[in-house]
C-alpha cells in the first residue's frame, strides 16, 4: 500500500470527558473504510450483548468513510450507529448534508462516543481540537434555535451541527439526528441514544482537505461526473423533483403505502405528488456538500400552516408516511408535519407511520376518544396527525405509547392492535409496499436495522423501468427480472443489489447518485476509490467489503437474540395487493420462507437461523469474530 | 452488451461422422467464457453419470475462450476435457502452443466430440470446413511422424496439430495430447479418451482474425505487455530458465519430490538443475503463439542418448518426475525419457511418478526380476526408466499394469504395494512436495482433477518470495501468509488464489505470464477481456465466473460418486518431511480436515461432502444444477 491512508479516530468517553485519539493502521482502514462496516468493528468489539440502547455502555458511533470530505457528487454521507433502542439489534442511519466531509476537514473519519454525561453537553470539534461543552441552556430547544445559538457562541456561521431535538431528550424510541436542519440520520433511533447520553450537539468546523493519493486522477472523475449529472435522465429527475418522483409512480404501480397499508393506491395523489408540490410550496433545491445534483427540497407555506425552508422539505418517504399512510392530502400539513419532524428530530418515517398505527386502531375502535384526549384520530384527519407529532416529542397522553413504535405501542394496547402494527424487528415500514416489488420487501425482511427502504430497491438499479442491465454488467448481472418475480434469479439480483448498497453506505456514497443506471458507473467508483487511497482495489475487493458488512451485521443481531423467525413480514403483507394494476397480488409465507433459503445459503449462513459460517466469516477476514 | 461477441462449437459425432456448427448465445459466452468453464458445461449437460470413459459415450472438448487467437503474449492456451479415465472424475488438462489460436482463427472456440469412429480417423478443420478423413496409415506411428504426414498430405506446413502417439491408441490412462510436438494436454488421461474414439489427430489452420471490440485498447497493452515482459524479474527468469528454475529451488527450500517422495532433497540436484540443462544440452527456446516470453525448453543430444529438439526439452515436472523422483541423476537419460513421453503422448509426470513407484516396489521386494522381465528396476536406473517408457505406452509387461495409473497398479501388486501409489483420486502427485507447502498440497487434496499443481501454486502469486502482496491487493489479500501455515489464512489466501488460476484456466491465459506478481497485471487482464469482447466486465465478475467453474467441477465430481473422503492425500505425505531446511515438518489428517471444513465452507459447499448449496448453485445462475 504505497500512498499511506492516514485517518484518526475520536474517542469520547461523555461519563469521564475523556476525550482520545486513535491512529488505526491503514490495513485497518482498506479492511473496513466506513460507515456501516467500519462502526460495526467497533460495536461489535466493545460492546456487550444485551447493553441497555438507552444506558451509558451504549456505543455511538459517528463514521465518515475514507472517500468523505472529497470535493465530488455524492461522496457527502456518514453514518451514525448504535446498539438500537427501537429494534434492539444494529442500529444504524445514514445522512448526507455537510457535517461528514466536515468532520473530515477537522480531521476525524468516525467518533466512537460511550458513557454519559450527568448534564447536558455539546462536542466541538475545530481542526482536531476538540472539547466537551456545557449545553444546560440548550436543552429543550428545537434544532433551528440550538444550531443558531451554537453557531452564534462560537462565533462561526460555517460550523456544522449534528444535533437532536426534543424527541431525541424525550427518548422517543425513533428520534433521529439531523445536520444542517434538514439531513437526517433518520432510522433505528439513534437520535434517543444520542439523548440517552445527554449529548445535545457535535458541532465541527474543519479547513484541512483531503489528501489526495492521485488529485488529477479525481478531478478527471469529478469533472466527468458533472457533465454527466447535467446530461442523464435520472440525475435530471432527481434534480428537478427529488425523490418525490416516485410518488406518482408509486401510485400508479400501486405500491404507495395508504392508509397504514390497507390501500396501495391513494385517491388524494394528485395534491400530494412531487409535481403539485413542485408547482406550489417549492421555492427550489437544496444539496449536500460539493453536489452539483441539488436533489433536496425547500419548501415554505405562509397559509394554515407556516412553514420555514431552514428544514428543507418533505421527500418521497415524507409524503408517503405523513400523507398518503395517514391517508391525509394536505400538503401544507404534511409539509408541517415534516418541519416539526426535524425541529423535534423524530423520524418522518416512523412517526407517520405510527401515527398512521393509531389511526387505524382509532378507525377500529382499539382506541377512543378519551384514548386522544378528544382527537378524532381518523385517517385523513390533517390536524391531527400534526398534533401527534408534538404530543410524540413530547412524549404526552397517547404520544408517549407511540413514541415507544408501533411494536411496542401495540402490546400496550392489546387486542387486535399487534396486526396494525406494521413493523420488522420493530422498525416501522417504509412507504413502498412490497406486494407489488419483491426485491424491496425482501429487504425489509432481511434487513439487519428492520424494515429499511435503503436496503436494496434495485427497480431502477437492475434496469427495470426501461433500462438494460449493462449498467450493472459489472457485477455479472446480465439479465433483467421482472419486480414481482420471487423466484432464485430474484434473490440472486437482490444479493447484488443488496451488496452494492452496503457498499454504498460504508463508501459514504449517496445512492441517489450512484444507483446504475447513473451518473456514476462501478468502474468510476472503484477508480475514485483508487485515486483518494492511492489503493490498487478493485469491484471484488469492494464487493466484498460489503459482504464483510452484511456479515458483521447479522453478527450483531445473532448475539441480540435475533434468528430466521425474526426475517419476516407483518401478517398485513401476506394479504392481497388491495388496488392498482397488481390488485390480489400476495407472497406466501413458504414463498418468503424459500426465499430465505436460498439467500441464507448465497451469504454463507446457516439455514437454522442465518449464523455466517466459519469459513465465510474466514473467507472475509472476520475471523475475530469466530467463536 | 453492444458489441456482440459471436462464438461457433464445431460438434463432432464420430460414430455418426456427423459434423454440426452451434452458435450460442453471447450470454452464453459471456456466462462460460471458455476452457474448463466451458468444457464443464457441455460435459454436465450431454454426459450421463457413471459414462465409461473410454467408451463412444464420452465427450472429448476441445475448448479455447473468448481470448484465444489474439496478438498477445501468454493467451494461447486451451483446455482438453471429459471423464478421466485415471481418476473417472473431472478430466481436464491445458496446453499452449499455437493450437487453440489456430482453431480460433479457424472460426470455432470449442470442438465437442462424441462417439467413436469404426475406424482410426483424423479431423480437418480449415476455416471453418471440417472433414473427418482417414487415418489407417497414420495409426501406429509416433507423433512427430504423424504430424508430419498430415502436414504433408494436406500440404501445408502451417497446419497445426493436436494428437496422439501411440500412448493415447493403447489406451494408456495417462496417455495425453499433443500440439506441435511440445506442448501437452497432459493430465487426466484425455489422450486415452481420443485413443478410445479412434481419433489420431486434430489439424487445423484458420486465416480469421478475430474480431476485438476495441482494438486500439488491446494493442496498447500488448505493446505495455511486452514491455513489461522485458524487465519484469520473474519473466525475465522464466525466460532464461523456464520453469526448471525450480528444481534448485525446490530442492533447496526440501519440497522436491525424490526417489518416490521418500526424499525431499536429491543429491544429484546439480546434475539435473535448470542452470546444468541451461550449459549443456538446451539449445534455445520455443514458445506459443504471440508470447514474447518464450518460457519453452529446447534440448538436443547426441550422446547415450540422441535427443531432437523437434519435441521441446523438459520442464520443471519432468525433470523431477523422471529425474530426482525416480532417483536419476543423468540429464540426458531424462531428455530422453521426456522425447518418448512426448513421441508416445504420455503425460510425463505419471509417467515418472508410476515408473517411481514400480522402482519402491521393487526395492521393497513387491516386484521381482520376473516381473520386470530382467530389468533391475532401481531407483537411479536410467536406462530402466527410460525401458518402462516404451512398455507403458506399448503396454507391455509390467508396464501394461503401470499403464494403468498407480492406484489400479498398486491393487494389482497387492500387499505393500499401495503405501507407495502416490496418487489423489488416482492420479499421480506432481513434484512439489506438499510437507513443504500447504497450499499446493492442499491444491493437490481438493483439485477436482486430483493432484494437480496447476490449481493454485501461490508461492509466487502471494509474494511469499521477498515479493510484496500489491500485486494480489485487488484480491483483498493484503497480508503475505507463511508456506507452512494451514490455517484460517493459509484456506483464504488459497480459496483466492485457486480462484485466480481456475480464471486463468477458463479464459486461456498462462500462469507464468499472469501470475502476480508478474507482468500482466490483474487490472490488465481485465481490460483485456472488456477489449476484446466488448464487455463491460470487471474482476468481480470474472472471479465469479471462476467460482463458477470450480462449481461445476465439484458437482461433475460428485456425480461419480467422489465425496469428502476422495480430497485427501496419500499416507505417505502424513508421515514427517525426510529432508532440508523443513526436516520433520508435516500436517495430520486433523490438521487437513480441519482446512477443508473452512474450504467447504468458504466455498458455499456442505460439510458432508462438499456439495455445493442450492443458493450457492444460484449465486453463480447454476440454477440448471439444482436437482
Redesign the interface.
Known sequence: ??FGYNGKILRIDLSRKDIDVEMPSE?FY??YMGGGCLSLYYLLRELKPGTDPLGPENLLVFASSVLSGIPMSGMSRYTVAARSPLTGGFGESEAGGYWGPELKHAGFDAIIIKGKSERPVYVWIHDEEVEIRDAAHLWGLDIGTAQQRIQKELNDKLIRVALIGQGGENLVRYACIINNLAHANGRTGVGAVMGSKNLKAIAVRGTKKPELAAPGGLREISQSLVEAIKKHPNTQMIHKLGNTTFMTRANTIGFLATRNFTRSQFEGIEKISGETMEETISIGQGTCYACTVRCKRKVRTKGRYEVSSLYGGPEYEDLASLGSCCGIDDLEAIAKGHELCNQYTLDCISTGMSIAFAMECFEKGLLTLKDTEGLQLRFGNAEAMVKMIERIAFRRGLGDVLAEGVKRAAQKIGGEAQKYALHVKGQELPAHDPRAKFGVGFGYAVSPTGADHLEASHDQLFGQVGHGT?AV????V??PVPPLESG??K??LF?HAQLIWNLWNSLGICTLVAQPPSALT??EM?KTVRCVTG???????L???SDRSMAMARVFNLREEFGRADDTWPERLFEPLPDGPHKGQTYTREDLERAK????????WDLEQGRP????L??L?L?WL?E
Do not use: F, H
Not at 473 to 476: M, N, R, S, W
Not at 599 to 604: F, I, K, Q, S, V
Open positions: 500500500m504505497p490495513l482498506r479492511t449493462e454488467a459489472p457485477l455479472g446480465l439479465e432464485p434469479q434473490i440472486r444479493r462501478l468502474d472503484v489503493w490498487n482495489t478493485s469491484l471484488y475487493e464487493m466484498q467489503l433459503d436460498i439467500y441464507y445459503e448465497m451469504m454463507g459460517t466459519r469459513g465465510k474466514i473467507e477476514s475471523e469466530v
